[in-house]
């Protein structure tokens, strides 16, 4: 019934930008924390940003200065804008929604950075 729906991922070249957005079907999206988790082939999913209800961001220290979380309550929608690419950010990036006990999941986007 709710569903977490990804769109943005695709192939950009090293030092080039995306934003990554995530779309709740679900009324309470407004107070939940959000995320955005990647994993790279042959490595553990790994935390890339979070963000509250209320819009105070966390960044993982690899992606700080680089990538910016946002969110849209009205819109159920949180974004992660990445600038500086790296190759090393060549991932899938998954949307998480934190309902307390629990965490959805979105289906994954594809982002391949290349140089």
């Known amino acids: 019934q709710v569903q977490l729906v990804e769109s943005g991922g695709g192939l950009v070249q090293a030092g080039g930008s995306l934003r990554l957005s995530c779309t709740a079907s679900?009324?309470?999206?407004?107070?939940?924390?959000m995320a955005w988790y990647r994993q790279a082939p042959g490595k553990q999913r790994e935390l890339v940003a979070d963000?509250?209800?209320?819009?105070?961001?966390n960044y993982a220290d690899s992606v700080k200065g680089r990538f910016t979380i946002s969110r849209d309550n009205a819109k159920n929608t949180v974004y992660l804008q990445m600038s500086s690419l790296k190759t090393e950010d060549t991932a899938v990036y998954y949307c998480?929604?934190?309902?307390?006990?629990?965490?959805?999941w979105g289906q994954g986007t594809q982002v391949t950075v290349s140089s």
């Open positions: 998480n929604r934190q309902a307390g006990w629990w965490w959805q």
């Open positions: 963000i509250s209800p209320g819009g105070r961001p």
């Open positions: 679900t009324s309470i999206f407004s107070i939940n924390n």
